[in-house]
């Protein structure tokens, strides 16, 4: 790639005015270790205070087991947003990354579908660095950001258990995507080692009766948990398609009964404590006082505060040096 | 001789089996012309080659056909061209083996309503569609609809054939392409067998009980045959001892004929050389031996390769030269003299017995997964695996090829002496001449007809329906390939097979790749993020082997690679390149249509503002690669080039090298 690439703040700049043709050099800048201090002037320069609220898009986290449809189902769902010309960006994060750094993202066409897509729709696929079901600071830097410019920002994440915390750790709403006949990810819901999702998907529901009983067994579980709100709905994203257009009203709804910004800022000390630690490690924790400590460190800051200048704050309080 | 026979030789020679070429090219016409000129040769069956567009079911002039037209087949976009394809051929005397798979059902339907025009009945048509949909989704990647419905017309035309046009095999299960994919003999023989009752099981729910004897008994295969012709052969009777006991087990066929495997065969590809490609002749000698030395597993139908197969495509002499491979064998030896000669061989046995017990394994595994349809992504990986195997060996010499990885000098070839004439090169002005014919042909055509017999086919193909007889009306009516196709794209959607390679393990017992890593990582460091590679194979082109494996090395290298499968149009590439931020594009081209995709690629990157350098795979002519590299390419790889660790040593170089631009 050139060098003759935009500015952090130039692109902050582009965000603010909803220019989606950005987001390659966006994602470019944000993966970037050699552009740390830029990275910082775009998150800064997109924070609530600075855009008088939060950002307007609805950052959708969507996770399951491997092999369950995600990434198809996640094709249907950007046709019908696109289709309501609703501007999409999808972050896929990659589980598949080796001890070698490498790794092999080939989702992108199964969410992509056969269309050019276009500036309105942008599919980036990143790799888990640390650990399965991780997600790179990186993609929590480029979720907030994009949300700035695009109506909807998708991060899709693999595994089971885990992959939903981490997910709320950034999404205004989480889905949790299982296949038929699949009982282990609804006995992870049942035994409470899985946080209970916004909304739970039984995908492949082209095949019948075995997504009806899951479905069935799905909202069996929610109810005996309390969560009577999450929603369980049946998917297929075969041709002809079915439920889809539901799925899409479902998280439209489940926005629209939540409070945003207040979800907003918990999510942005969730993942600013996570950045914190997957920067400054175990020592860096204990240096605030732990995880208990690092919390009312956060809570005590200004809600306008971004996500960036909160890791920065978590730092000075241990006495670390943030730049680097 | 007289009196009492010897048991060791037979009362009268067997006839020869059916000897054909695998041919078609540029246009119907010229493609008839080859036809009449091998028949006069002396070849017994003609075996059709179609183009991409044509195998895909993509009309000429569609995007995704771009480059592909009359390449590496003929071009039957409609019933006029299976007329002219036919022209002075007689229908009702010819055996046609037509490689076809996904749209299968419609060029048995051209082939039918030609016919019917010279009023030859379907009832004497005599030939093979391969119509083995499984192993596309697994090998070769002409599919077009998603497994289930793809399986659904295979079903269906095998239960028109067998009550309208019995004397043709509806279903060729082809284990050649798993071969050419990297399969081991244990793996071609299970996902076959695999594939075989997915079709057998579907052909089941579509015809009454009391023909399922009949259908297996129509059900053929299409096998490969490397060049260790011993276990080669044993492969082949092993396939012969299963597939009994299926037809026994499961399907309670108990009819000797019925039970019994009729095989055809063109002998592997993949161990073909470019360097000295002349030691090919022998290895297809010896490949041909594998599949009729035993007189109880020989072959029905012989098509070999040519020489110059790796080079580019084979020329008519090319052609007529392994033509006459099969006439030597075939005539000049004593070969069909004799009874079965290896009866009673312990070595036979043993390697016999081997081979089924290794493949029960191996179906049992598919069959606890719920059959081949479920089992498709890991088949798939078993081939990743296998071919990845395969190529470590001969990338440390533990396999040898000559000419390759060892006796490397060599005196200059007089065959190849002249380039780029050592093989065929397709004129690319027959794309334009055959999207303007279509256009003449959709102007003579009835409208109405068309659209009536198109509204009929999509209604059928949502019911549940046989598919042929609406497929048939839309032949006669003269709807295109493309329309056929495109009305059944509609109603069953698209679908992407298994890449196999996102759940590949991690290299073992790489040496160099140690290296390869800390280069990777020095680059990435200097990139500021990791080194990222986009591997896009443009084209309607299937063969996914050298992509697949250039994206596992790189990975293991510590790249990130991001690899999407088969058949993108450059504007897809293009986007993926910007969209994911990739530092190198790598392409892959096996169709010779890199000279028209290439530049396409580049021209769409270029567009999109993507300044990465671009890398090309392939069968690449060496007369081929300056033009590429004079269109903006930063290197090309052909055949020659099998050191994996070395094109992507290659490639970390060019990343660092690209950025300071």
Redesign the interface.
Known sequence: ???TALSGSELAGRLRDRDVSV??AV??LL?????REEARELLVALGPGVLGGEAPGHIVGVTGPP?VGKSTLLGALVAVWRAADRTVAVLAVDP?S?????????D???I???A??GPGR????M?ARERVGGLAPATRAAAQVLAVAFDVVVVETVGVGQSETEVAELADTVVVVVQPGAGDALQFLKAGLMEVPDLLVVAKADVGAAAQTTLGEAQAALHLLGADDTAALAVSA??PGAGIAELAQALDDHRARTDGPARRLATRRAGALADFISEYGAQGLRAVGGRRGAERILIAQSPELDGHSLVEMLALQAGLDQTS | MSGERAPHRLAAPDPAWLMRTYAGHSTAQASNELYRTNLASGQTGLSVAFDLPTQTGYDPGDGLARGEVGKVGVPIAHLGDMRALFDGIDLAQMNTSMTINATAAWLLALYIAVAEERGIEPEVLQGTTQNDILKEFLARGTYAF?PVPSLRLTADMVAYTVEHVPRWNPVNICSYHLQEAGATPVQEIAFALANATAVLDAVRERVAEERIGAVFGRISFFVNAGVRFVEEHAKLRALAVLWEELGRGRYGVSDPTQLRLRYGVQVNSLGLTESQPENNVQRIVLETLAVTLGRNARARAVQLPAWNEALGLPRQWDQQWSLRIQQVLAYETDLLEYPDIFEGSRVMEGLVDELVQGARLELASIEQRGGAVQAL?HMKAALVESNRGRLRRIESGEQVVVGVNRYLETAPSPLTADGASAFLTIDLAHEQAQIDALERWRAERNPNAVAEALEELARVARSDENIMPATLAAARAGVSTGEWAGTLRD????Y?AP?G????P?ARGYAEIEQL?ED??RA??Q????LKLLVGKPGLDGHSNGAEQI??Y????????????IR??P??IA??A????V?VVGLSILSGSHKVLVPQVVAALRDAG???PVVVGGIIPQGDVAELLAGGVAAVYGPRDYELGAIVADIVALAVGG?Q?
């Open positions: 790639m050139s060098r987001a390659p994602l470019n993966e970037d270790a050699s552009r092999g598949s080796k001890r070698s750094g490498g790794a092999l993202l080939a992108r066409i199964r992509a579908g056969p050019v897509g942008f599919i980036r696929s790799a075969l041709p | 998603p992504s109603v069953f959607g698209s992407r890449t390679v996102a759940d590949a991690p890593r990777v990582d990435s460091e990139l500021g993020r990791r994206a596992l790189a990975r293991d290298a510590g790249i990130e690679v991001v690899y999407e499968g993108l149009t504007e897809q986007a993926s910007l969209e994911e931020g530092h993507v300044q990465a950025s631009s």
